[in-house]
């Protein structure tokens, strides 16, 4: 009788020690380590192919679990803490914060709603320019993004004849996964430039092949203008010019040669031996147009070079800085004058 006793006090202490285990399982399963009012948001990368084990001793290292291992067992076998059958734990970047039960990281990270990079990429930039804001937002990496502006494949699907996508990776605002692929990068934003065009009369109807030259005439025009109005009256100068076989003169182009082609850094002032680099891209030496865009443009700088009023202007020159306003003139007489004007307004400032 002593020993039925003694077994059934066993036995009750484990069935309380079960109870309590799980009680306790259960609160740290469910309950977060902090309040709201003091929560901490954590940053969380798990990288392709880690495994839960891992992921565990991830997010306990960064502090927002209780246990480890009691993470791991609720990954592996969810229906012991009332869950669903099975996880399935996603790679990426996540927003967490301490404030989130064991369960709500687990639905998260199973969900593979990952935190996403907003970044914005100004008119006017070259594709190099934007690989490096990518890396530097560890979107993707710079040499992925570069060699996919180049993808044959890509610019084929797109019915682009060019070496690579330069003047159609649109300038905008986009919501980006952290570590994607350069082609996926590309692609989202040659989709877009393609899409908001439509916006454009006599741009959406026609195919790549007929408006190239309207695509690299807009990113000569957007590393010029600085107020939108004069975009179309810049693009009118160079078209007049283009007809009469006339160079553009941009120093825009000059600027393109130095620090994209050179890889030197952006010169404070254009020089006369700069005028001199021999380069198709030197609107200086050679009319017409560049081989290539010279920057991605946006749509003011794309609808001034399609949409371009006829006028009779053949120069422009820069005649209040602080504004960006440039004075047109028809004639080099009238425009020199205008230079003249201006640094003579310039010198009374500053004399």
């Not at 006793?5 to 259960?26: E, G, H, P, Q, R």
């Not at 959406?204 to 107020?227: G, H, P, Q, T």
Request: charged share 20%.
């Amino acid at each position: 009788m002593k020993n039925k006793n003694i077994v059934f006090y066993v036995a009750v202490f484990f069935v309380f020690l079960f109870f309590t285990f799980t009680a306790l399982s259960m609160i740290s399963f469910l309950v977060p380590l902090d309040s709201k009012e003091n929560a901490v948001s954590v940053r969380v990368e798990i990288p392709s192919g880690t495994s839960t084990k891992r992921i565990s001793e991830i997010l306990a290292e960064n502090n927002l679990i209780r246990s480890k291992l009691l993470f791991y067992f609720a990954a592996r076998y969810p229906f012991v803490f009332g869950g669903k059958l099975n996880f399935s734990l996603k790679s990426g970047v996540y927003s967490l914060n301490t404030n989130m039960s064991m369960k709500d990281i687990l639905i998260i990270i199973d969900s593979g709603k990952q935190e996403f990079i907003k970044v914005s990429f100004p008119e006017g930039l070259t594709a190099r320019k934007i690989a490096s804001i990518l890396d530097k937002n560890k979107v993707c990496i710079f040499d992925d993004f570069m060699n996919a502006v180049k993808s044959k494949d890509l610019l084929n699907k797109y019915g682009i004849i060019a070496e690579s996508f330069e003047g159609f990776l649109f300038p905008d605002t986009y919501f980006f996964n952290p570590s994607m692929n350069g082609l996926d990068v590309v692609e989202m934003m040659v989709k877009n430039f393609f899409s908001k065009i439509k916006q454009i009369s006599q741009l959406d109807s026609k195919n790549v092949s007929e408006f190239y030259d309207d695509i690299i005439l807009a990113s000569i025009v957007e590393r010029e203008y600085r107020v939108a109005s004069e975009a179309p009256l810049i693009a009118s100068v160079f078209k007049n010019r283009i007809e009469d076989g006339v160079g553009l003169y941009s120093c825009a182009t000059i600027e393109y040669i130095i620090t994209e082609i050179q890889g030197k850094p952006h010169p404070d002032v254009i020089t006369y031996e700069d005028l001199k680099i021999n380069s198709p891209y030197n609107t200086y030496k050679w009319a017409g147009l560049t081989p290539t865009p010279i920057s991605n443009p946006g749509l003011v700088a794309l609808d001034a070079a399609v949409n371009t009023p006829k006028t009779d202007y053949y120069y422009f020159t820069l005649t209040d800085a602080s504004k960006g306003i440039h004075t047109f003139s028809k004639s080099f007489k009238s425009h020199t004058k205008a230079g003249i004007q201006y640094k003579t307004k310039k010198s009374a400032v500053y004399n």
